[in-house]
């Protein structure tokens, strides 16, 4: 099983988009991390002295994403093993944002895949442009 699950997808409420870039890391001490886009930045970390099977919850964990207000966030993991490949993970989110108009949580989905990381793809079109190839438009 894959030890690095990166959200590329993420429905529902305004402040799914903020997920995209984030990490499920699973660690060498058994626990799994949620974090956030930029590196070290580790935001929940599950409990327990063994790893969880899914479905399960991160603890909750207040985060602002740049340049917006602080929010408590619940993630839930529901699979790391969907898709063909076994190798996507899946689950939901809710924060109490401030800037919504309504009393209701801001909710939704998302997916993340294992391998590549945002950085990963980051350098590699670096490397093609430099190479002169399809990055370099």
């Not at 991390?33 to 991160?58: E, H, K, R, V, Y």
């Amino acid at each position: 099983m894959p030890d690095r699950w990166t959200i590329n997808t993420a429905g529902g409420g305004r402040d799914g988009i903020d997920l995209v870039g984030c990490h499920i890391i699973k660690t060498d001490d058994e626990k799994y991390q949620f974090a956030g886009p930029l590196p070290g930045d580790i935001l929940s970390t599950t409990t327990g002295n063994s790893l969880p099977t899914p479905p399960f919850d991160f603890p909750p964990f207040s985060w602002a994403p740049p340049g917006l207000r602080e929010a408590t966030w619940r993630i839930s993991v529901m699979t790391l093993t969907a898709g063909a490949s076994h190798t996507q993970a899946q689950g939901s989110w809710r924060n109490n944002d401030p800037r919504n108009p309504s009393p209701a949580q801001e909710e939704g989905d998302w997916t993340a895949q294992a391998g590549a990381t945002v950085e990963d793809k980051c350098e590699g079109d670096a490397a093609a442009a430099a190479a002169g190839g399809p990055g370099n438009v």
